[in-house]
């Protein structure tokens, strides 16, 4: 097969793999009808900044039947495969031309684990000591790699992850019968020590939920990724709404909507940014978030109490807890108010305060402006 119709089927193929969703942190999704984004993501690396990656598979085979899956043993899918030379030529002449600037290699798990984790590191110790690529590669660890495989993927990329596709055992079962829950997290305790002793080129492994696929909810997500952040030094989290896809068991399974994903990622951030506890995340009695409200404006006007806050005396804790004021904001208003009071909504404005979201919260020199 021609290697860019190999590039176009594996890169479509990995779009199903979410670490992909560094998409959705700067809100955008390839767009379907550029020939060019059907195989080029926008990343947000581990710095904050947002460069073009190629995010491929290197084969498109698995033994494995995860219920979601394309490429689930018995698909309907071609086999499709790159060898290590083949792949890494290709992504050098995407480099040079400017069309890339990162690489996402991820793979079904084709004649096996140790083959694929093989071809994976061949592929990347080509990229770094034939090519000297000194850019973004993002490699992941597939289910049951050996040590040695997970050491030297953190030696050569700058993240790597594991993808856990549900919260625990049991909603892993219903999904991926043949993945064990406990035997994900083994490698990422593997790679959190290695991280550890800082002997690696990543600073961070992430992993992906596929949400709605195991009919979990989100509490349990969130509780198993607030136990993640803890325990292993995850990076962040991904969160993908599952999407059926023709020709699976789940075809007739209902999609997630595109809100729960983005609730989930607001109260990740409430969780990685402004110092929520997970107890503090406020679920319905399904246990889900609101879908009608963020997570923040949730917990909100689900404690009174804690409002309205004078802006000229709260603290930074306290301004981060109000609707429309981030971390930016808050240090804008403590800095400013060296210098003098707030007494107009005008004078808040200018930190970047949104007040649409604000005003109901706060005080501004002892009044509150939601009338004005
Ligand atoms: S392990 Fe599961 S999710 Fe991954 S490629 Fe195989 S069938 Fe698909």
Redesign the pocket.
């Known amino acids: 097969m021609e290697t860019f119709k190999k590039i176009e089927l594996l890169s479509q193929a990995a779009r199903y793999d979410v670490c992909l969703s560094s998409c959705l942190d700067g809100g955008r999704r390839p767009d379907p009808k550029d020939p060019l984004y059907r195989w080029i993501y926008p990343a947000v690396l581990p710095n904050g900044k947002t460069v073009p990656i190629l995010k491929i598979l290197m084969d498109n085979s698995?033994?494995?039947?995860?219920v979601?899956?394309?490429?689930?043993?018995g698909g309907d899918c071609p086999t499709i495969s790159f060898r290590p030379e083949e792949l890494a030529s290709v992504f050098m002449g995407l480099v040079r031309s400017n069309f890339v600037h990162g690489l996402f290699l991820s793979s079904?798990?084709g004649s096996g684990v140790k083959e694929m984790m093989e071809r994976m590191i061949k592929t990347s110790e080509l990229i770094r000591e034939r090519y000297k690529f000194p850019g973004y590669i993002h490699l992941k660890v597939l289910?049951g790699a050996d040590y040695s495989y997970v050491e030297r993927a953190t030696e050569l990329a700058n993240r790597v992850s594991i993808n856990l596709?549900a919260p625990n055992k049991e909603r892993l079962k219903k999904i991926?019968p043949?993945?064990d829950f406990d035997q994900l997290l083994t490698p990422m305790g593997w790679i959190r020590s290695l991280i550890s002793q800082r002997k690696t080129k990543a600073r961070s492994q992430t992993t992906q939920f596929v949400v709605g696929a195991s009919d979990e909810s989100d509490r349990e997500i969130l509780q198993t990724t607030a136990w993640l952040y803890k325990h292993f030094r995850l990076g962040r989290a991904y969160f993908s709404a599952f999407q059926p896809i023709p020709n699976t068991p789940l075809e007739d399974h209902p999609p997630t909507p595109l809100i729960r994903e983005h609730r989930l990622y607001q109260a990740d951030w409430l969780l990685r940014q402004y110092g929520f506890r997970l107890s503090e995340i406020v679920f319905g009695p399904d246990g889900n978030l609101s879908q009608r409200y963020d997570p923040k404006m949730t917990w909100a006007l689900t404690h009174p109490e804690r409002f309205p806050i004078e802006v000229n005396t709260a603290s930074y804790e306290e301004l981060l807890r109000v609707p429309g004021i981030g971390p930016i904001s808050a240090k804008r208003i403590i800095t400013a108010r060296g210098r003098h009071r707030f007494h107009t909504l005008d004078e808040l404005r200018r930190t970047r305060v949104v007040l649409k979201r604000a005003v109901r919260f706060i005080l501004i020199n002892g009044r509150w402006m939601l009338s004005e």
Not at 62 to 66: A, E, K
């Open positions: 698995c033994p494995n039947s995860c979601y899956c394309l490429h689930r043993r079904g798990l289910p596709e991926a043949q993945k």
